[in-house]
Structure formats: C-alpha cells, structure tokens
C-alpha cells in the first residue's frame, strides 16, 4: 500500500482466501541492528546514569510495546531488555 522512507515502515494489504483482509505494517530491522552493533561495540563500561542510550528499538516493535502495556511496565520492560533473545536492540552492555 505505502513505503515511508524515513521509518523505513511499510504497510502491506493482504487479502485472505476466506475474503477477509488485513493490513500489516513491516518494518526492516537490518539498518537498526548494524547501528545498535556498531554503537554497543564502542560503548564504554561507564555506569548506567540518567540519559544513557541503552537500545534502540524499530518503530513497528515499539508499537507493539505500547499496545501491550511493556512501555508502561518497568520491570517487563527491564526483563525484555535484558533478555539475550534482544540483544541486537541493545546500544550498550551491561544489566539494566
């Protein structure tokens, strides 16, 4: 349906066989990745303070958070962060 290229979001219509559709919003997260890769390799040891950038997480994943409440819940938040299965959305080692 569209392409927005500066979120590098598409939102893609499916037609279903039983005749109901549904539009999905696409997202890829390579850019993001190699950024966050890149970021928590020449990230310091420092420790955590305020105003730290930790993550960068893709505008369609976050979206999803907010839907579910995680955005909200800081120790969802804290556990999904920390969970090595997110990793390549974090900028900077170390527990949160």
Do not use: C
């Amino acid at each position: 349906m569209d392409f927005d290229a500066t979120t590098g979001i598409s939102h893609v219509f499916h037609l279903e066989s039983d005749g109901t559709a549904t539009i999905t919003a696409e997202q890829d997260f390579a850019p993001t990745i190699e950024l966050n890769k890149q970021e928590y390799n020449h990230a310091g040891n420092d420790r955590f303070g305020e105003w730290n950038k930790i993550a960068s997480i893709p505008l369609t994943i976050y979206n999803g958070m907010v839907q579910s409440g995680m955005i909200n819940d800081q120790a969802a938040l804290r556990r999904w962060l920390n969970s090595s299965d997110n990793r390549h959305f974090r900028t900077r080692p170390g527990q949160i």
